[in-house]
């Protein structure tokens, strides 16, 4: 079992930045990837950022050059910087961790860009 919380959500104005965190606890050996996702207000799912155990980042093509994601092992923390915020953006941010094949969730924080 591997629990996730996500936390730094908030309101934020049009070119503003926040910053997500996502804490893993439990079962966490053998986590070999971990993401970040969201979803809109009447929108599908979609995949925004994932970070590998080895370090490898990717992006999806509508937040890339804005967003970064990281991670620190100590901790045990995915982070999400994100710069330069749009209305757009706005979402429920979900974070993700896969283990052996099995996705687990957070329960989502919600970012608002609005002015």
């Known amino acids: 079992q591997v629990q996730l919380v996500e936390s730094g959500g908030g309101l934020v104005q049009p070119g503003g930045s926040l910053r997500l965190s996502c804490a893993a606890s439990g079962s966490i050996i053998s986590i070999n990837y971990m993401g970040w996702y969201r979803q809109g207000p009447g929108k599908q799912r979609e995949w925004v950022a994932g970070?590998?155990?080895?370090?490898?980042?990717n992006y999806a093509d509508s937040v890339k050059g804005r967003f970064t994601i990281s991670r620190d092992n100590t901790k045990n923390t995915v982070y999400l910087q994100m710069n330069s915020l749009k209305p757009e953006d706005t979402a429920v941010y979900y974070c993700s961790a896969h283990k052996e094949g099995y996705l687990y969730w957070g329960r989502g924080t919600q970012v608002t860009v609005s002015s």
């Open positions: 970070i590998t155990s080895g370090g490898t980042r």
